[in-house]
C-alpha cells in the first residue's frame, strides 16, 4: 500500500533540505555560545569559509542558486519545542540544567542572520558577519550544506542501482572499521564528523552502525540532533574560535599573550569534570603548556587536534608529571584527521599511560574514496573559521604550519610573542 | 507518517511466504507442462528432493513446523487473474498466445498436490506424487523454500546493521560482476537463479540491478512472476525431465533409445525458433548426437548443462558442421555452474564461431560466499528431480557421474543402450 499522503508531502518540499534543525551541529557549538553568550555577547566576528583544498572547485561543482536555497532554508530555522526540552532537561556530562535559562530564552528566539556570498577563482566565499554569539552557530550548517551539496552534484548521474551499490559499498567499508576497532582493548570513542559529513541521513546511519558494532566502546555523537534522537551522549568541549577571538581582541602583546589562558578561566568558571578539557595548539603547544598557569594542571585532560598527535600526546604526559600531575588520571582526546590505523597505533602506544577517547571525523562520516570514478567523493578540507573579531584579524598557528591561517605580519606577531619555533610541515587530508 | 493500516496488515501474516504466486517458477516449466498436458497427461511421477551436499543437514538448520507451513501456503495458491491475463496475452519467444487455451483452463484451477516429508539423517526427504503435469509444477518452489528456509536460518541471530552490511556486501559482489560482464561484447545473459535463489526478493533486487547494469546485454530471466512485474522477457526451454520420463516409460530397449528424440519430435510439433533448443547431455552428449536423426540439426541451438562446457561446445560446432549446418547460424547456451570468469572465457573462446548466450543460475542469485563466519551461506546443490514413472526409475547419466541418478543396475543398463563410455568426472559446486 503506497503512503499517499507521505508521498504527496514529500513531493510539496520545494527543496530537499540538508540541515533541518538549529542542534544539527556540534555540542561543542552550544557550549562554547553559552560562553561567548555570557563573556563577550557584543563582541562583532566574521566567519568566514575556507577551502582548503583548492583543486575542489566548488563554485563549478554546486549550483549558487541551490546553495542560496540551502542557507536562506537555515535561516527560516528556529528551535522545536522538543529540541528546547530536550537541551533545558536533558544531562549532558553528568549535569543536568547544562544550559542556563537566559541562554535558553535567547536560543529559542534567534534565527541566525544574514550571509554575503559570492563567487571568486571557482570558490565560494561565504561569510557570516554579526554579534559573536549568533554568526558562530553558522560554522557547522555552513559546512555540513556545501560538503552534502558536493555530495549531491556527484551523484546526480549516478543510476539507482548503482547508487544502491555506492552505498553498500560505503556501509561495507564503514562496517570493515567497526569490525577492526571492536578488536581494540578499551577503545572509547565518539563521532566528530558533522562538519564534513557525506550527508546527514549517512552521519546518522553511522552512529547508529557504531552503537550496534562497538556498543560501549562507542560513547557518543558531537551532533545534538543525532544525539537527541538516538538516545547517545552529546560530546564536546571548546574549540580554536575561543582564543583566536580572546586574542584578537587584547589590546598589547601582554594581553595577547595572557588571552589563551583567560579563555580557559572563564571555562573553569562554567565547567568541571570532563569538560575541562584543555586544547592546548592554537598558538603552538609547546609554548602554551611551558607558560601556563599551574591551575591548568589540574584540568581533567587535553584534546590533540594537529601536529604528530604521538608528540603532543607525549608533550602533555611530560607536562603533567613536570606539574606533579599523574598523567594515568588525565584524559587525552585524539581528534585530528583520525582513521582505523591511527587509532589502533595510538590506543596500543598510550595504552595505561594515560585515559585516552578519539573524536573520529572525517573519515567515519565521509569516507567514499575509491567509491567513485576520478575519486569524486573524496573528503576534503572545508572550514569555516572566525577571521576577525571587532575589525581586528584572527590568528592561528596551529602545530602544523599547513594549518596556520591570519594575515603575515599577525602570524610573524604571534610567533614572537607565542615563542613557536620552526613547526614541522603535515599534509592536512581532512 | 507511519502508515498505519500497511503495519497491522503485515503484522496480520502468520507467516513470511517464501512463495506467493504459481508463477513464481521457471518458465521452462510452465512449457513443459503445456508439453505434458498434451502428451503425456496421465503419466505417474514421483519428484523427490536431493541435496548432493551432504555436508548441508538441512533438517538440523530448519524447522519442520516452518517448511510445513511454507509448503502448505503454496498449496494455498492459485494462478490469478493478472497472472493468467499475462500468460495468455503476452509475447513469448515473438509468439501470441503460447499457451493454449485447454492448459489455461486446466491452470486457472490448479492447486498443487499434497507433498510427502520425512526427516532421516540430519536431511528431509521430500516427495511429490501425482500426475505429472501437476506434480512438476513443485520442483522450483519446493527448492525456493528450502533454500530461503536455510537463508533465514542462518541471518536469524544477526544484527539490523550487520544484516544491512551483510546485504551491502552481496549488492557490491554482484556489482563487481555487473562491471566485469559488461566489458564484454556480444554479451547475451539471462538469469536461471530461481530455483537455488538466497530469497525472492533478492532475485528481485539482482534482476533489477542486471538490467540496470547490463542494458541490452540482459536479456531477461527465467522467473515468470519476475518477467512479469519487471517487464523483461520470460527465458527458458526444457529440461531433463522430458527425457527421464519418456525413456523410463519405454517398454524395450530399442524404445528406450527411441525416447529422447521421441521428447523432441513431440516438442518440434509445438515450437519454433529460439524454443527449438537441444538439452544432449540427459545420457551423454557424444552419443545423443551421433545417433541423433537429421532433422535435429536443424533447430535452431543446444543447451549446454554439464561436462567441460568448452568441450561440449566444440562437439556441437563439430556435429552441425558435419550435417552441413552453418554453426554460425546457430545458437549454444550455457547453463552450467557459471560465473563471470567461465562466462568471460567461453564467450571470448567462442565469439564468431556460433551465436553464445548464458543462463547464470546459482551464483548470480546466490553468491553470498565469504559473507558470513564459517561461510554459513554457501549455495549448495539441492535439486528436485523425476525419480519415477508409472513405478518405473528413471535415470540420467549427463556429461558429469557427478550428476548420475537412478538406480546401478538402470545407469549400467542406460550406458549400454546410449553407448556412453568413461566420462570426466567434474566437482558439483552448485
Given at each position: 500500500?503506497?503512503?499517499?499522503?507521505?508521498?504527496?508531502y514529500n513531493h510539496k518540499w520545494k527543496i530537499d533540505p540538508i540541515v533541518r534543525s538549529l542542534i544539527d551541529t556540534d555540542f561543542y557549538k552550544l557550549l562554547m555560545c553559552q560562553s561567548v553568550f555570557r563573556n563577550k555577547p557584543d563582541t562583532h566576528v566574521t566567519f568566514s569559509l575556507i577551502n582548503r583544498s583548492k583543486h575542489i572547485r566548488l563554485a563549478e561543482l554546486i549550483d549558487e542558486g541551490e546553495l542560496r536555497e540551502q542557507l536562506d532554508h537555515i535561516r527560516s530555522l528556529s528551535l522545536s519545542r522538543g529540541e528546547s526540552t530536550w537541551l533545558r532537561g536533558n544531562t549532558f556530562y553528568g549535569k543536568r540544567q547544562m544550559f542556563r535559562p537566559d541562554f535558553m530564552e535567547w536560543f529559542e528566539a534567534l534565527r541566525l542572520p544574514p550571509y554575503h556570498l559570492e563567487k571568486r577563482d571557482g570558490q565560494y566565499e561565504l561569510t557570516f558577519e554579526g554579534r559573536?554569539?549568533?554568526?558562530?552557530?553558522?560554522?557547522?550548517?555552513a559546512l555540513a550544506v556545501l560538503m552534502e551539496l558536493r555530495s549531491r552534484a556527484v551523484l546526480a548521474p549516478m543510476g539507482r542501482f548503482e547508487l544502491q551499490v555506492l552505498y553498500a559499498r560505503a556501509m561495507t567499508k564503514l562496517w570493515e572499521k567497526v569490525e577492526r576497532l571492536r578488536q581494540l582493548p578499551d577503545l572509547r570513542l565518539a563521532d566528530f564528523g558533522t562538519r564534513r559529513r557525506h550527508s546527514f541521513l549517512w552521519q546518522d546511519w553511522c552512529v547508529q552502525a557504531m552503537l550496534e558494532g562497538l556498543g560501549g566502546k562507542f560513547i557518543g555523537t558531537s551532533n545534538c540532533l543525532i544525539a537527541m534522537r538516538r538516545e547517545v551522549e552529546a560530546i564536546?568541549?571548546?574549540?580554536?574560535?575561543?582564543?583566536?577571538?580572546?586574542?584578537?581582541?587584547?589590546?598589547?602583546?601582554?594581553?595577547?599573550?595572557?588571552?589563551?589562558?583567560?579563555?580557559?578561566?572563564?571555562?573553569?568558571?562554567?565547567?568541571?569534570?570532563?569538560?575541562?578539557?584543555?586544547?592546548?595548539d592554537t598558538y603552538g603547544t609547546e609554548g602554551f603548556l611551558r607558560d601556563a598557569p599551574d591551575w591548568l594542571a589540574g584540568w581533567t585532560g587535553i584534546r590533540i587536534d594537529s601536529g604528530d598527535p604521538a608528540k603532543g600526546?607525549?608533550?602533555?604526559?611530560?607536562?603533567?608529571?613536570?606539574?606533579?600531575?599523574?598523567?594515568?588520571?588525565?584524559?587525552?582526546?585524539?581528534?585530528?584527521?583520525?582513521d582505523v590505523?591511527?587509532?589502533?597505533?595510538?590506543?596500543?602506544?598510550?595504552?595505561?599511560?594515560?585515559?585516552?577517547?578519539?573524536g573520529w571525523g572525517t573519515l567515519m562520516t565521509n569516507d567514499f574514496r575509491d567509491l567513485t570514478p576520478n575519486d569524486a567523493l573524496a573528503p576534503f578540507s572545508l572550514v569555516c573559521k572566525a577571521v576577525s573579531a571587532d575589525g581586528r584579524p584572527t590568528v592561528k598557528l596551529?602545530?602544523?604550519?599547513?594549518?596556520a591561517m591570519g594575515p603575515a605580519d599577525e602570524v610573524a606577531r604571534y610567533k614572537r610573542v607565542f615563542g613557536v619555533a620552526d613547526q614541522e610541515r603535515i599534509e592536512v587530508v581532512v
Open positions: 500500500m503506497v503512503d499517499i499522503a507521505t508521498r504527496v559573536w554569539p549568533e554568526v558562530m552557530l553558522w560554522e557547522i550548517p564536546g568541549t571548546n574549540a580554536h574560535e575561543l582564543p583566536m577571538v580572546y586574542t584578537a581582541l587584547a589590546e598589547d602583546d601582554a594581553a595577547l599573550k595572557r588571552a589563551p589562558y583567560d579563555v580557559l578561566a572563564d571555562w573553569q568558571e562554567e565547567h568541571s569534570g570532563n569538560l575541562r578539557i584543555i586544547l592546548p600526546a607525549e608533550t602533555a604526559i611530560r607536562w603533567w608529571q613536570e606539574r606533579g600531575e599523574d598523567p594515568r588520571n588525565k584524559l587525552i582526546i585524539f581528534s585530528d584527521g583520525l590505523d591511527k587509532i589502533a597505533e595510538l590506543s596500543a602506544q598510550f595504552a595505561g599511560r594515560a585515559r585516552i577517547s578519539f596551529s602545530d602544523n604550519p599547513n594549518k
